[in-house]
C-alpha cells in the first residue's frame, strides 16, 4: 500500500535547526543568474567535513516550534530534510526527537553548492513544497522547478523582491497550519 501524503522537502539549518546566537549568517539574498550553469563548490575532504559540521552544528538546538509543527505537517506530508550539509543530520534528529517524523535525509555529497544542489535533488524527488531560510535558494528554485517554495522568515533575508512563487511564512508552524488547511 502506498502512502498517499504528498511530499515536501525542508532545509534544516533556519527552518529546524536554530541558527547560532539567533542569527542567521548564512543566509543571502544576492540571487544567482537562474540561466547559468552552477558554479562547483569547494568540497572539503570527508574527515575535515565531519569535524566542522559536529563543532558547527552539534550544540545548536532545534528552534521552537520544530517538534510540535513536525509533528503536525507529518500528518499531511510526508517529510524529508534536504541539507546543504555535507554530513548527515540524523544523530542530531535523535538526540532532540525529531527523527520520527522524518522520512528521510538527503546531504550534499555532490560538488554543487547547497543551491544548485537542492534544485537538482528537487527535480528528482518531485516534492508539492519545499522550505527554506536562503533568499538565493528559494529564487533559483522558484524560477527553476515547479515545485511551490516556501521562505521561513529572517531579518537577513527580507527586503529582497522575490520570485512570484516564492511565499513567506513566519516558521515552520505557520507553514504547517498553512498546508493542513489546504489538505
Known sequence: MTDARPLVTLDLDGVICRPPFGINVGISTDFLDASAPPAPARVPPRLLSRVADRVRFDYRRPLPDAAAALRELQTVRRIIVLTGRRTSPEPWLRRHGLADAIERIVTNDTRMRSP?????????????????????????????????VYLRDWPRNRGAQYAPGVVRVADLAAFARLVRAEA
Open 116 to 148: 544548485h544542489f537542492k534544485l537538482d535533488v528537487l527535480a528528482r524527488l518531485a516534492p508539492r513544497e519545499h522550505v527554506d531560510d536562503d533568499g538565493r535558494t528559494a529564487q533559483l528554485l522558484a524560477e527553476r522547478s515547479p515545485v511551490r
